[in-house]
């Protein structure tokens, strides 16, 4: 059993609608982390929290938001999105946002975009 | 900025045969280095880390990986493969944030 909760495991939506993405973790780690993974291709980092302040954005397009309410919990706000962010969106943690950190993930949440 | 290299995308082998998974690392200073395993349609799970201690490091469910540093790598193996090995492996290095490799698919034939 994964130690990170991701909800919902699957969300079809269309492109006008909004939608969120929830991340939790109980290992009262410091740094949480939202990644993109594409079919056959290894995740893609999208965004950083560390002590629940964003502190690294990957260029990603503002029609994702991200949140950090408190040291336990994730979310990923989506609105107005396209085709081809289609994705399994992975959550992970650890315990900070230091060089040499495993990161412990979530299952994922399958994104399907109509 | 560093990198990884898996050399292999896809691997076969027989159950009860030994699995190798290549992986060559590019790093101006000391690597830490993992290797995670993604099953369908689940997340990834940490197999096994390297922080600059003992070159040969033992993970999880049998699997073991050496580093070299004279051969800049940090091959996976598993003397005996099992059904449930059947994944997707991805050597990955950290450094401000984690940096992945390609992936090697595992295939096990009974």
């Known amino acids: 059993d994964t130690e990170v909760t991701q909800t919902p495991k699957h969300l079809v939506m269309g492109m006008t609608n909004k939608k969120s993405l929830k991340c939790e973790q109980h290992?009262?780690?410091?740094?949480m982390y939202w990644y993109k993974q594409k079919a056959k291709k290894p995740p893609e980092l999208m965004f950083v929290?560390?002590?629940?302040?964003?502190?690294i954005n990957e260029s990603v397009p503002s029609r994702f938001s991200p949140e950090c309410p408190n040291s336990s919990l994730l979310n990923l706000h989506l609105h107005a999105l396209q085709p081809e962010d289609s994705a399994l969106y992975l959550c992970?943690?650890?315990?900070?946002?230091?060089?040499?950190?495993?990161?412990?993930f979530g299952d994922g949440t399958r994104l399907s975009i109509l | 900025a560093q990198s990884v290299t898996q050399l292999d995308s896809h691997v076969s082998v027989s159950e009860g045969t030994p699995v190798l998974l290549r992986c060559n690392y590019s790093?101006?200073?000391?690597?830490?280095l993992f290797w995670y395993v993604q099953h369908p349609n689940k997340g990834l799970q940490l197999l096994l880390k390297y922080t600059s201690a003992a070159t040969l490091v033992k993970g999880i469910n049998g699997f073991e990986a050496e580093f070299k540093k004279s051969e800049t790598s940090f091959h996976l193996t598993k003397p005996s493969a099992h059904m449930s090995d059947a994944a997707e492996y991805f050597c990955v290095v950290s450094d401000y944030k984690l940096s992945f490799g390609a992936g090697t698919t595992v295939t096990v034939r009974a």
């Open positions: 790093s101006s200073y000391s690597p830490s």
């Open positions: 929290y560390s002590y629940e302040k964003l502190s």
């Open positions: 290992m009262g780690h410091r740094a």
């Open positions: 992970a943690s650890s315990q900070g946002a230091e060089r040499g950190q495993p990161q412990h």
